[in-house]
């Protein structure tokens, strides 16, 4: 197996004992981003704010890999509250206008730092 292990200077770092990102192979598995701006630490309140910085981090972590966001086959968005799904869609769809991945989103309990959302991605390249 060979297994690499990704890291962008440009997302912020794991918050635990995983990694940005591991390429196997062509596949690309980019660990749940939360909605955090490396360069400030912040986390934006608006829900449409922190699904932006999420698939931002994910742009960046997937670009130190040399994919693109296009290459992305699935992604996992957990939000912790299913009543904002159209609000999350309007941001996401802007990143996925053609040719979308394959997607699960799932409500959850609680995220950390007490995010709204949090985005998971698979990337397949050449």
Do not use: W
């Amino acid at each position: 197996m060979n297994k690499e292990t990704i890291f962008s200077k440009k997302a912020p770092e794991a918050i635990g004992p995983y990694s940005q990102a591991i390429k196997c192979g062509n596949l690309l598995f980019i660990s749940g981003q939360l909605p955090v701006d490396k360069e400030t630490g912040i986390m934006p309140f608006d829900i449409k704010q922190q699904t932006k910085q999420s698939l931002e981090n994910i742009k960046h972590i997937i670009s130190a890999a040399g994919y693109t966001m296009e290459d992305i086959v699935k992604t996992t968005v957990f939000v912790k509250d299913l009543s904002q799904f159209q609000a999350i869609n309007d941001v996401y769809s802007t990143y996925f206008s053609n040719n979308p991945p394959a997607r699960a989103c799932i409500e959850v309990a609680g995220l950390p730092k007490d995010a709204g959302v949090e985005i998971e991605a698979i990337a397949c390249g050449d």
